[in-house]
C-alpha cells in the first residue's frame, strides 16, 4: 500500500491527527453548509491571525463552548458580560479586538438574516460561486493574499466586518474552499475527483 500524498504543508506538523484530519476533511473542499458552520471558520481564522493553525485547532472545542457553538443569533446577542467571560477564558486566545470583532461580525451576519440573505450565499458572490484553482505546484506557489482576497477584505470592511484583512480572507476563502490550493499531486485535490 502506497502512502497518501497530501500537500507539502501537512508534513510541518509532525504526525499531528488533528491537522492531518483539517486537511483531509475541511481544507480547500467547497463549503455551502450554513452560516453558523461559516462564522465558525471566519472566528478561527480571525484569532488565528499572528499565531499558528494548529494552536487553534487545537483550541477549537474551547472556542465553540465560548462561543456558543458559534450560534450567530447567540454570539450577536453577548453582553459585556460575555465579553468579560470571554476576556477570562484560558481556553482561548484573550484578545480583545478579536472577541469584540466576533461579536460584531455576528452582528453584521444576524442582519443579513433580517434582510434574507446568509453568509455563504455572500462569500461566494465574489467568484459567481466559482472554485478559483491555482494549480500549485509546490507550497512556495501559494501567496499570502491575492487581487480577490483584498477585494474581499475591502468589500468586508465596507459591509461592517472586522479584523478581516487580506491575508487572513486569503487564508478564509482557501479553508471554505472558494480558493483550492491544494497542491496538483495532493490526494485531497478535487480536481482528482
Known amino acids: 500500500m502506497t ?3 497530501r500537500c507539502a504543508w501537512v508534513n510541518n506538523y509532525k504526525q499531528n491527527d488533528l491537522m492531518t484530519a483539517y486537511h483531509d476533511n475541511e481544507w480547500g473542499r467547497p463549503f455551502h453548509g ?3 458552520q461559516l462564522f465558525e471558520l471566519l472566528t478561527l481564522e480571525i484569532f488565528q491571525a499572528g499565531l499558528s493553525w494548529e494552536t487553534i485547532l487545537n483550541k ?16 450577536a446577542s453577548f453582553t459585556e458580560i460575555d465579553f468579560e467571560r470571554l476576556i477570562a477564558d484560558a481556553g482561548i486566545i ?3 479586538l478579536k472577541i469584540k ?15 434574507d440573505e446568509n453568509f455563504v450565499d455572500y462569500m461566494w458572490q465574489f ?15 501559494i501567496p499570502a493574499k491575492n487581487a ?20 487572513s480572507m486569503y487564508s478564509f476563502l ?14 485531497f485535490n478535487l480536481n482528482h475527483a
Open 3 to 5: 502512502d497518501i500524498v
Open 34 to 36: 450554513d452560516d453558523n
Open 60 to 75: 477549537r472545542a474551547n472556542f465553540k463552548a465560548a462561543f456558543a457553538n458559534f450560534d450567530v443569533d447567540r454570539v
Open 94 to 96: 484573550r484578545n480583545q
Open 101 to 115: 470583532a466576533t461579536i460584531n461580525n455576528a452582528r453584521v451576519i444576524q442582519a443579513m438574516h433580517h434582510r
Open 127 to 141: 467568484t459567481e460561486q466559482q472554485v478559483i484553482d491555482h494549480a500549485i505546484v509546490v507550497m512556495a506557489d
Open 148 to 167: 480577490l482576497s483584498e477585494k474581499v477584505a475591502k468589500q468586508m470592511k465596507h459591509d461592517g466586518f472586522k479584523f478581516t484583512g487580506p491575508t
Open 174 to 187: 482557501q479553508g471554505m474552499g472558494v480558493i483550492n490550493d491544494h497542491e496538483i499531486n495532493c490526494a
